[in-house]
């Protein structure tokens, strides 16, 4: 049995399918502060197999101990988190308090129960202005706001409790820009409030949610001036956990999950317009602080020891997107 913290949320839902879809019995814990009751019953409609669920904040100590007493765990994957960036500048004790004190729960109830599996949700942030192709070897550097820290954060703290406790199996992986939804058009993201990340801020103005979309910046030293990201399909990074879980052995073992190519905004935007047919209105505004202008993945490790590759490509990213935004409005 695997204990999947935020598997309600746009990840972890993904992933939780994946698992069940793979044989693996899973338990959901979420608080559902940025997620939905409805995606869990989306998730046992896709699958088929009814999934166990928690309603629990993973901070709450107590409520995540019942967890462990009453089920034989395997192993836990960690996506409960707070993820904005923007918000974590404004209000970083929330982020630090949330992300680190429920990190730090989990791995001391997997130490006290033997459970010996971790998988944590990082981010490619923790790279800092370390140079593309990012390999995980790289040293880690400051990152430009709070929410990033705490990823690194929790990846100091996660290697210091295997030195201490050599039978634990740690994974930490580095996610790139996720996008995409469920082929089925049923889950995919839904923020909260205006976007900040960039498709869906797309998608939205796709919809006539929004009016058009800020280009924040066309200066960089890219192939046409606007900043370049490693986008990855959810449903690709989800099968990406599956490998690292079924992979793991004793230590921590830190892998990129990405595509390892660079696609610029301008590109996404573009490709978005083809395979959808739908014009994306944009203006070129200044630069948004903190942004780098190239941020890819070397994927060769991921790929090497767990076998895993990303398949879907910059066009089914945006095509299922779109699926998704669209199912949501005719909802609405
Ligand atoms: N962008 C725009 N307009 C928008 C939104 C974004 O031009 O309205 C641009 C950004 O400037 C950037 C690119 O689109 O060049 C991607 O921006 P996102 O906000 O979608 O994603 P980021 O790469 O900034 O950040 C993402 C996650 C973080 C994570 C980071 C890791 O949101 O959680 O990747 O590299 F830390």
Redesign the pocket.
């Known amino acids: 049995m695997i204990l999947v913290t935020g598997g309600a949320g746009y990840i972890g839902s993904h992933t939780a399918i994946s698992l069940v879809e793979l044989g693996h019995s899973i338990i959901i814990a979420d608080d559902f502060s940025n997620s939905k009751p409805e995606t869990v019953e989306v998730v046992q409609k896709i699958t088929g197999k009814s999934v166990a669920t928690h309603r629990i904040d993973v901070t709450d100590r107590d409520a995540l101990e019942r967890i462990f007493q009453n089920h034989q765990l395997e192993g836990v994957i960690h996506f409960a988190g707070y ?3 923007g918000e974590s500048v404004i209000d970083p004790i929330k982020y630090y308090k949330n992300n680190i004190i429920s990190t730090l729960n989990i791995a001391d109830l997997c130490v006290k129960y033997n459970v010996l599996k971790f998988v944590f949700s990082s ?5 800092g202005d370390n140079a593309s192709p990012l390999t995980e070897n790289m040293m880690l550097l400051p ?1 430009t ?1 709070p ?2 820290e705490t ?1 690194a954060m929790c990846e100091r703290i996660l290697h210091d409790i295997s030195i201490a406790n050599p039978q634990m199996q740690i994974s930490l992986l ?6 995409g939804a469920h082929e089925s058009g049923l889950i995919g993201e839904n923020p909260n409030g205006i ?8 998608t939205q103005v796709a919809s006539g949610t929004l009016k058009k ?5 066309n200066d ?1 030293p890219t192939i046409d001036g ?5 986008f990855i399909h959810v449903e690709d990074l989800a099968k990406g956990h599956v490998a690292a879980l079924e992979h793991l052995s004793e230590g921590v073992h830190i892998h990129n999950l990405g595509t390892g190519k660079g696609t ?2 301008l590109q ?1 935007v573009k490709a978005f317009e083809k395979v959808n047919q739908i014009e994306i209105p ?1 203006e070129i ?1 200044e ?2 602080p ?4 190239k ?1 890819y993945a070397d994927v060769s490790k991921a790929e090497r020891e767990l076998g895993w590759k990303a398949e879907k490509t910059i066009e089914d990213m945006c095509r299922d997107a779109w699926n998704f935004e669209k199912n949501l409005k005719s909802k609405m």
């Open positions: 993820k904005a960036v981010s490619a942030t923790v790279y990152t706001n929410y990033g990823k580095r996610y790139f820009n996720p996008v976007p900040n990340n960039l498709m869906p801020y797309i979309l800020s280009i924040f910046g960089y606007t900043g370049v990201r490693d610029s905004v996404l944009y505004v630069r948004r903190g942004d780098l202008a941020c």
